[in-house]
C-alpha cells in the first residue's frame, strides 16, 4: 500500500526562522512528489518534484527531491506569519491518476 | 473561470440522514476525484472517477457513493450519516496530462457535521 509521512506534525517558530518540513515515502512505481500549501480553504500547489538532486525554488521557498532515500524536505527561509499554514506532501504512482497524500504539517509563525 | 465548484459549503446532518455533496468543473477535466480531510490530518482518497460511466475506490469509500454520469459532474453520496463522517469534503479534477504536477484543481470545500 502506498504511503506517505510527513513529520513534524505541528511546528512553531519566530518570525525570521528557517524551517525544514520532512516527507518520506513509499510508493510502487513512484512517478513525483508534490508539495502543497494548504491555508482555510483547499490546498495550492507549490512544487513538483521528478529528479533527484534537481532543487526547486520559488521565492523564500525550496524544495528537493532524493529517490535512493525516498524523501524530499521543504525549506522556508526567513519565514513569514503569511507562512503559517499546513503543508501537504503528496505522491503521484506511475500509471495512477491519483495522488496519495500524507497527514501534513501544521506551521505556526508567531511574529 | 468557475473550475471546480462544490455545494453546500457547510451543513449539519443527523445521524442517519443522507445527502449528497454536488461537483462540478467546467475545464472538460476526465479526471475527478473526492477527498476528505479530519482535522490536523492530511487528505484521504474516498473515491475517483477517470471518466464519465467510470468510478474506483479509493482508501476510505465505506459509507459513500458516487455515480458519474457526464464528465462535469461528479456528486458524492452519503447514506446513513456517521459522527466518523465529520470532516471536509474536497471535490478535485485533473486533466489526462500526466506532465505538469500542478493538474489538481480542488474545490473550495465542503464541512460537513454529523451529531
Known amino acids: 500500500e502506498d504511503k506517505v509521512v510527513q513529520s513534524p506534525l505541528s511546528l512553531v517558530v519566530h518570525e525570521g526562522d528557517t524551517v525544514t518540513l520532512n516527507c518520506s515515502y513509499e510508493v510502487t512505481n513512484f512517478r513525483s512528489l508534490l508539495w502543497y500549501k494548504q491555508e482555510k480553504k483547499a490546498p495550492t500547489f ?13 521565492g523564500r521557498l525550496s524544495s528537493i527531491l532524493d529517490k535512493k532515500e525516498l524523501f524530499s524536505i521543504l ?6 506569519t503569511g507562512d503559517s499554514a499546513i503543508y501537504l ?9 491519483k495522488l496519495v497524500f500524507g497527514q501534513g ?4 509563525i508567531n511574529p | 473561470n468557475a473550475g471546480v465548484t462544490q455545494t453546500p459549503k457547510f451543513r449539519i446532518l443527523k445521524i442517519g440522514q443522507s445527502m449528497t455533496l454536488q461537483c462540478t468543473q467546467d475545464m472538460n477535466h476526465n479526471y475527478m ?15 475517483y472517477s477517470v471518466g464519465a460511466g467510470i468510478t474506483d475506490k479509493g482508501e476510505v469509500p465505506n ?32 486533466p489526462i496530462d500526466r506532465l505538469s504536477g500542478n493538474t489538481i484543481y480542488f474545490g473550495e470545500g465542503s464541512w460537513l457535521t454529523v451529531v
Open chain 1, 46 to 58: 507549490l512544487f513538483m518534484l521528478t529528479s533527484s538532486g534537481i532543487e526547486k525554488k520559488s
Open chain 1, 105 to 108: 504539517t501544521r506551521l505556526t
Open chain 1, 89 to 97: 506532501c503528496a505522491v503521484a504512482a506511475q500509471g495512477a491518476q
Open chain 1, 75 to 80: 525549506n522556508i527561509t526567513a519565514t513569514q
Open chain 2, 33 to 47: 476525484y473526492w477527498y476528505r480531510q479530519d482535522p490536523g490530518m492530511g487528505l484521504k482518497l474516498i473515491y
Open chain 2, 63 to 94: 459509507g459513500y457513493n458516487v455515480s458519474r454520469s457526464t464528465t462535469e459532474d461528479f456528486p458524492l453520496r452519503l447514506e446513513l450519516a456517521a459522527p466518523s463522517q465529520t470532516s471536509v469534503y474536497f471535490c478535485a479534477s485533473s
